[in-house]
């Protein structure tokens, strides 16, 4: 089988899974019990009503049992972590660390999507992804850098949270901010801070809405992904900023 197709049947497989988590886990839900179910009707669905995409196309978005809709939150997910899993393989061009890498970014997704739901981030993605993010590339490099980042945020957190007298940043971002740490390193990882930084100033310019906290995991993982993907697009910038 063709590299790519395998890679994108397994991004749509981990894609549906990650569908269940990002609806279970924030509530306290097991990802394996009861079995898939309509969440209007609750009927059990048969297991030609789970084929990632195509059984949420072939039923039109609606239930075959109720006529409910269906989210389309379920394609979009498993559309964007095929697509995770194929730029994986475009960036590193090996399969063991295409699905490294892939799984990383699709865990990422599911994580930004939870936090901008439920303003939460469960230890039962960040921490698989951060030790993923650990067997790239250089096992022994990765982790060094990714602490490294981890450290630096914590102390991030300890030095603004004194000085505003408030909690800020949460044990999550420093999570992946070890995930950064160890697929950037140093460098290209403080790039992409900073671009999370940038495209969350402009998200909460765009929102400005009073009270309103913004989830700062969506951004850090655009950030990564986007500094990751186009890394020789970022290693010219870099260049140009320290000439």
Not at 17 to 24: E, G, T
Not at 52 to 72: D, E, M, N, Q
Not at 114 to 126: G, T
Not at 137 to 162: D, K, T, V
Request: net charge neutral; glycine share 8%; aromatic share 12%.
């Amino acid at each position: 089988m063709d590299i790519i197709a395998l890679l994108i049947i397994i991004g749509l497989c981990i894609g549906s899974f990650l569908n269940v988590a990002i609806l279970r886990i924030p509530k306290g839900e097991s990802v394996s019990l009861p079995a898939s179910h309509c969440t209007h009707c609750l009927h059990p669905l048969a297991w030609y009503h789970n084929i990632p995409l195509f059984s949420w196309l072939f039923l039109r978005g609606k239930c075959a049992f109720c006529h409910g809709t269906i989210s389309f939150q379920y394609p979009l997910i498993e559309t964007l972590s095929a697509l995770l899993y194929v730029c994986a393989w475009i960036q590193t061009g090996e399969l063991l660390q295409a699905l490294i890498f892939g799984t990383v970014f699709a865990l990422l997704l599911s994580l930004s999507l939870i936090d901008l739901r439920y303003k939460a981030v469960p230890d039962a993605l960040s921490l698989p992804a951060l030790i993923l993010s650990f067997l790239t590339n250089n096992p022994l490099l990765a982790l060094e850098q990714g602490l490294l980042f981890m450290g630096g945020f914590a102390l991030l957190r300890i030095s603004l949270s004194f000085a505003l007298k408030k909690e800020v940043m949460g044990e999550a971002d420093i999570i992946i901010a070890g995930v950064i740490g160890a697929l950037l390193g140093i460098k290209l990882g403080l790039l992409a801070i900073y671009l999370s930084a940038v495209i969350a100033l402009v998200a909460f310019m765009v929102v400005r809405k009073k009270g309103y906290e913004l989830p700062f995991i969506p951004f850090l993982s655009a950030g990564l992904f986007v500094t990751w993907f186009w890394n020789d697009f970022a290693l010219i910038l870099l260049g140009k900023l320290y000439e």
